[in-house]
């Protein structure tokens, strides 16, 4: 909009570019769902594991899982702990829970409290972050089915992977009251509004 104006193509009263399509869905809509985006690492990115665990385990309560994981491990967690699975290629699987007198010492962070409640606060700013160094220019893989996460580890394709579970409702809405923008990839909002069958005309 801002360019067309500023190429002098205002015209006499409201264009289309004054316009955007969007879609309104109440939070309370039962069938609205939201997904995880799980974190992968990829393979191209060294990791040391011994030196994280060490750095790991002073955040998080760490205990080792079979190789057989899925959601449902996340989901025997209690509602208001902060839990990953930690999926590596020779170290293991583990379920991570954060320890919550660390939340902030691990974010260092002047964010609200609406985002540092984030799960994915604490694995982007927290782990990937300060205990891994995952460099900010790597391309992380975000896959939404957790076994498929997993089988980028066990085939080689990445060095590690971070099963968290999915973002709630309340969550998106608190931060977006408080103006806190949320780490990419927070949600997976599914259905998805079906795209492609309007032409929009620009000019």
């Avoid at 998106?172 to 949320?182: T, Y």
Wanted: glycine letters at 6%; proline letters at 5%.
């Amino acid at each position: 909009r801002d360019e067309c104006r500023k190429d002098g193509k205002e015209g006499d009263g409201l264009q289309p570019f004054d316009y955007i399509m969007a879609g309104f869905v109440a939070f309370e809509e039962p069938g609205l769902k939201i997904y995880a985006a799980h974190r992968v690492v990829p393979q191209s990115v060294t990791i040391d594991f011994e030196k994280c665990m060490e750095r790991i385990r002073d955040y998080f309560e760490c205990r080792e899982l079979s190789s057989d994981v899925t959601e449902k491990d996340l989901a025997q967690a209690k509602e208001d702990d902060c839990v990953f699975i930690m999926a590596s290629q020779k170290q293991g699987t583990w379920l991570l829970t954060l320890k919550e007198e660390k939340r902030k010492a691990l974010l260092n962070s002047d964010r609200g409290a609406s985002w540092q409640a984030l799960d994915v606060a604490i694995l982007h700013r927290g782990i990937l972050d300060q205990l891994l160094g995952v460099p900010d220019d790597v391309q992380l893989i975000y896959e939404k089915d957790a076994q498929t996460a997993v089988s980028l580890v066990s085939n080689g394709t990445a060095s590690i992977a971070f099963l968290l579970r999915p973002t709630s409702s309340e969550q998106v809405r608190d931060c977006a009251e408080a103006l806190e923008p949320m780490p990419q990839k927070s949600t997976y909002f599914f259905p998805k509004l079906p795209t492609g069958t309007v032409i929009y005309p620009l000019f």
